[in-house]
């Protein structure tokens, strides 16, 4: 069989032109030359672009809440989750890190830390978890400061859930659909009612609880990485204070602590 395979370009090889290869490979700059490092900055940038792509999803996810489409949302909350199942596996390539490993190129970090992430906090946001100081860091930054504003003062994905509830019929109290979104969502005894009544009806054509199902995965995928990561910083350095000013596995463990879509899960315990 003869195959006709092209290997001349006029101009830029097409992969690179639409991967941008080239410019993906050019962005690891270590600061040493212990090769560790080189590890642990791939894994890095491999996770602020899988942050990138889950919250690309999950806003995907509520334009197709609100505008009433609960069918179509299953399958970008379902990628998703299968990015979140990508992002956690990316721990892999670190589980070979002691506290000795680490500290070859730790004091090159300098102030840098995770927590300074801007995409992983926009993610935060988007599941939820609302916490306005955390924006602060980011000020001199106007471009990256205005997006985390927006996002921290727009309805989070279970916010929109929520309305879905209330739209579909649910005793939702009307003021948690107009509250202040800069501040996180208490649990509510209504919503955590409305998802019981949902889970009574197990047939194929109750939207409302794959919706349920497909937001349960992605809230479990995304506790996994949560809790890998929390693990990854216990093995690479125990209980020292982190980067960045905060407490390390102090900051983490209250972190991992909070729950994303709380009463979709208290509401098992009344099914």
Known sequence: MNEALVLDFDGRVPYD???????????????????????FLVVSQIMELYFGLIDFELREAQRRLRAGEVG????????????????????????????????????????????????YRKLEFRLGLKTASLVRPFRRDPETYGALVRALGE??????????????????????????FTEEHDPHPS?????????????????LRLLGEALTEVAERFGEWRYHHLA????AMGAKPGTGGTSGIGWLERSTARVVFPELWSARTHM
Do not use: C
């Open 232 to 235: 990854a910083v216990r093995r």
């Open 72 to 119: 179509e949302s299953l399958t970008p909350l379902r990628r998703a989750a299968l990015h979140l199942s990508g992002l956690d596996a990316s721990w892999q390539s670190l589980s070979w890190m002691t506290p000795a490993d680490f500290n070859r190129f730790r004091e090159l970090l300098g102030e840098a830390s995770g927590m300074q992430s801007a995409m």
């Open 17 to 39: 032109a639409y991967v941008r290869a080239g410019v993906l490979h050019r962005l690891q700059r270590t600061r040493g030359d212990d090769p560790g490092e080189m590890s």
């Open 155 to 180: 309805p989070s994905l279970w916010d929109d859930t929520i309305a879905v509830l209330a739209r579909h019929g649910h005793d939702i109290p009307r003021y948690l659909l107009g509250r202040d």
């Open 191 to 207: 919503v955590e009612a409305a998802w019981v009544e949902i889970y009574r009806d197990d047939g194929p054509g109750n939207h």
